[in-house]
């Protein structure tokens, strides 16, 4: 933003004149130092002369017939269609995306597509690293062969109709030249060593004051994918050393000239060092999700050694009480978190969260400070994963009554969740999950009460007795489904349970003056609400 005049305003452009109606009037008034009235201008060079505009419904035309394209919207669709046509007469496809095609749209009113090359050898060069050069810096849209391969050709859009418009095409080239050249040079220096050359110099950068260097930070990397490998059954040697190579990339030129390339560079790299292809697609994977939304690491390699980074990153920040506070992220932890809990729910991971962390504290053991910081972590990732339900359209009491159970395996969650969701739709939901909160509330209230087998010699209606047996009955027939994690059959055996309950209700006095009674009682309940917990706490439904 630049000041004008003597005037406080600021604006981004030298303002030349000022249009300001309301209908057919000019609104009179001075604005960054000009007067308003009803003249504007079109092109600069196509129609450099004023146009007086009368009404709104006179703008767009009469800008369009001076060359400029007024309408963002328009102006976007046709650069659009210009590149798409452009890039299929080169046999090829254009490589746009949203972000580039609004800056391109922003930067020119009178649009005129401009195809050019660059010399076939800047093609060794990984690709990425010449896409993004061209998008990032030269704000040029390059083409891709219809395998997706990069071309040596890309397409600038120009804000003039050239009567020459090789001159702009020889313009552009030269100026992308340089750039593809250092990348080059970058690519080629970067060759000369392998990724685990670069292992030592990481032990003289810091990754956090009190964490250590970045080479500590991969060796605990390493050492927790070897574990994450075993229980999802990867290669835990590969794992191993994917872990301690996770961060080489970021010593190389390339990356350091190219910074969205870190990742990328690393599978380029250990492609060329001729490690195993799992290993090179996983130190891409490492950084994934990079974004929300983004795709998740697929090789058992990549899953390993991302969900290893990001769970020890949250562990390592909060273990030295740097948690997040309000808009303040400054290690993303909440990607991090969600991007962890996306790798365990959408993969079905059978890990137990608990144990993960705790196994990252162990290796930390020396620099955290902070008292249960498993938990804690734990609890900042049982709300993430309440994000994650929420925006799916899962509701809140519903996730609750699954998280009261605080259970470790993120994928048993998942099958909890759908689970309680399955037996909301049931008939004699809302009265189990009632009866469950009554149950609750009364037990709450026995302060001294401790849980036992009830004793049937006790029973003194036959209400009782009834309940007894059918809860007898309820926990022979879904053992099996528990162990077998079918947890929606389960709720569903235990809808049954409704009549005998609604009746123990309506027929006993729980709190009973004998003693002993009572306590029998309180247990028969204990054991209901027990059947229901190993599943949810289905109280919160209600």
């Known amino acids: 933003r630049m000041r004008w005049g003597d005037s406080d305003a600021q604006f981004v452009r030298p303002v030349h004149w000022l249009l300001f109606m309301q209908g057919n009037h000019v609104v009179h008034c001075n604005l960054l130092g000009v007067d308003a ?195 999802i059954k990867g290669d835990e040697a590969l794992a191993h050393r994917a872990g301690m190579l996770s961060r080489c990339d970021l010593m190389t030129e390339t990356v350091g000239e190219f910074a969205e390339m870190q990742g990328i560079m690393g599978r380029h790299q250990a492609l060329r060092d001729g490690e195993p ?90 620099q955290v400070t902070e008292k249960n910081t498993h938990e804690q972590v734990y609890e900042f990732m049982l709300n993430r994963l309440k994000g994650i339900y929420s925006e799916e359209g899962i509701a809140t009491e519903t996730f609750l009554a699954v998280a009261a159970r605080r259970p470790g395996n993120i994928a048993d969650f998942d099958r909890r969740l759908h689970a309680v969701i399955a037996f909301q739709q049931l008939p004699e939901a809302d009265a189990l999950a009632a009866a469950n909160k009554r149950i609750s509330n009364i037990l709450k ?22 309940l007894n047996d059918k809860l007898t009955e309820m926990a022979n027939l879904v053992t099996p489904m528990l162990l077998a994690g079918d947890y929606q059959g389960t709720l569903k055996a235990l809808a049954s349970l409704r009549e005998p309950v609604d009746i123990f209700f309506d027929e006993v006095m729980v709190m009973a003056e004998d003693e002993n009674i009572r306590a029998n009682r309180l247990s028969l309940l204990t054991r209901l609400q027990h059947l229901f917990l190993q599943v949810a706490d289905i109280s919160h439904l209600s």
């Open 277 to 366: 292809e799992e290993l090179a697609i996983a130190m891409d994977e490492f950084y994934m999700p990079r974004f929300s939304g983004d795709r998740l690491p697929q090789s058992k390699t990549g899953i390993a050694i991302s969900l290893a980074e990001k769970i020890d990153t949250l562990v390592g920040i909060f273990g030295i009480g740097m948690k997040p506070t309000g808009d303040k992220d400054p290690f993303a932890l909440r990607r991090a978190a969600l991007g962890a809990l996306r790798i365990l729910k959408e993969h079905q991971l059978d890990i137990d969260l608990h144990d993960l962390l705790k196994r990252a504290v162990e290796q930390l053991i020396s």
């Open 37 to 231: 009235g009803q003249k504007t201008f079109g092109h600069r060079f196509h129609h450099p002369d004023a146009i007086i505009i009368n009404g709104p419904d006179e703008y767009l035309d009469k800008l369009r017939a001076a060359c400029v394209l007024a309408d963002f919207a328009e102006r976007k669709a046709q650069i659009m269609q210009q590149v798409t046509h452009a890039a299929e007469a080169l046999n090829g496809t254009a490589d746009v995306d949203d972000d580039l095609l609004d800056e391109v749209t922003a930067l020119v009113e009178w649009p005129v597509p401009v195809t050019a090359s660059f010399e076939d050898k800047y093609l060794a060069v990984p690709h990425e690293a010449l896409i993004y050069t061209m998008k990032k810096n030269q704000k040029y849209f390059p083409v891709l062969s219809h395998e997706g391969r990069l071309m040596n050709h890309f397409i600038t859009i120009s804000n003039i109709e050239s009567t020459n418009p090789d001159v702009i095409r020889d313009g552009n080239e030269r100026v992308v030249r340089p750039r593809l050249a250092d990348a080059m040079f970058f690519w080629q220096q970067d060759g000369k060593r392998k990724l685990e050359d670069h292992l030592e110099s990481m032990k003289s950068v810091v990754f956090q004051q009190k964490l250590g260097s970045m080479y500590e930070k991969s060796e605990r990397v390493a050492a927790l994918s070897r574990e994450i490998a075993q229980h």
């Open 445 to 466: 209230k026995a302060k001294d009460f401790k849980p036992v087998e009830p004793r049937e010699s006790l029973f003194q209606q036959t209400e009782e007795m009834a």
